[in-house]
């Protein structure tokens, strides 16, 4: 498995991105200093995920920055991706691991201590911690957690963590004092005016953070 950086994680979401498309928007945001890429599109084929990826992973490389694809493993092993991302009620993380091997990340979604106790670290590499807040970019999310509750499933991960849900600039402190490795993005960053300068600002509020 290659390393990777939790800190800015930039989600990408195909409608709030159409104005310049999500391959511009990572080209700028990994420029402005995201740290690991996901691609998400819930309404893309295996085959339209596959094209994304690719091109996706053509603007990625060189930068060090990994790309991981959300939910379809086939189309992550297809890409070369560098990771894939699943939720609960995907594809389970055991079956994941042994479809795409030992050298992709693995990460998986918890919204409760439990869920995060039961995390195989031989499994899965990073856990997604969340809704935080509630979220239109994710219709279907769980109930809001808030920062009392991101710092409790935390706590019981045994893998590090990156904080997801309804996350801007303003958060980064409360994310960090939780005691995650990071945090996820979508609208921070997708659809702005400049993603450059978003991820830009985000990147610096998280290194003034950090001790």
Avoid: W
Wanted: charged share 20%; aromatic share 2%.
């Amino acid at each position: 498995m290659r390393p990777f950086d939790l800190s800015l994680y930039l989600v990408l979401n195909p409608d709030l991105c159409s104005p310049i498309g999500m391959v511009e928007t990572t080209r700028l945001a990994v420029r402005g200093g995201a740290t690991l890429v996901q691609l998400r599109d819930k309404h893309a084929t295996t085959e339209q995920m596959i094209a994304t990826g690719r091109l996706l992973k053509a603007v990625l490389s060189g930068t060090g920055v990994p790309l991981i694809v959300n939910d379809d493993v086939e189309a992550a092993i297809a890409i070369g991706a560098d990771g894939v991302h699943v939720g609960q009620s995907d594809l389970a993380a055991v079956i994941t691991r042994q479809r795409v091997g030992p050298d992709m990340i693995v990460g998986l979604s918890v919204e409760t201590e439990d869920l995060a106790r039961t995390i195989d670290p031989a499994i899965v590499d990073y856990a997604g911690v969340g809704p935080v807040f509630a979220t239109a970019t994710k219709a279907d999310h769980e109930a809001p957690i808030g920062f009392d509750g991101l710092a409790r499933i935390v706590a019981a991960a045994p893998v590090p963590t990156v904080a997801i849900g309804g996350l801007k600039t303003a958060h980064v402190r409360s994310v960090l004092a939780a005691g995650a490795d990071g945090l996820a993005v979508v609208s921070a960053i997708c659809g702005t005016a400049s993603p450059e300068d978003a991820a830009r600002t985000i990147h610096y509020e998280i290194r003034k953070a950090r001790p």
